[in-house]
Nanobody, 115 residues
């Protein structure tokens, strides 16, 4: 099982980034996929999620209207489109795959929003 995030980097406030999380080793379409983020000294926090078959989406209030989660069940990739980025969005972003009691995490990708 492998989850590999990519797309992080340095961006100015108001800018955009798209994160990708490529999955392998499990039946991707069955799993709920989520994006979390973590800053030093704080717990990992849920940012957005998308369910398996029905692709229901949910977002934390602070990113609603700015971030969009989507998935490609053919390529086995989940995306996080991030627009109008703010300095407080700076964090390491992780993707997580969940199905019942199964939970898989990626290694994370750094997003830094700074002028």
């Amino acid at each position: 099982v492998q989850l590999v995030e990519s797309g992080g980097g340095l961006v100015q406030p108001g800018g955009s980034l798209t994160l990708s999380c490529a999955a392998s080793g499990f039946t991707f379409s069955r799993f709920d996929m989520k994006w979390y983020r973590q800053t030093p000294g704080k717990e990992r926090a849920l940012v957005a999620g998308i369910s398996g078959f029905h692709e229901r989406r949910n977002y934390v209030d602070s990113v609603k209207g700015r971030f969009t989660i989507s998935r490609d069940n053919v390529k086995d990739i989940v995306y996080l489109q991030m627009n109008n980025l703010k300095p407080e969005d700076t964090a390491v972003y992780y993707c997580k795959a969940t199905y019942g009691s199964l939970n898989y995490w990626g290694q994370g990708t750094q997003v830094t929003v700074s002028s």
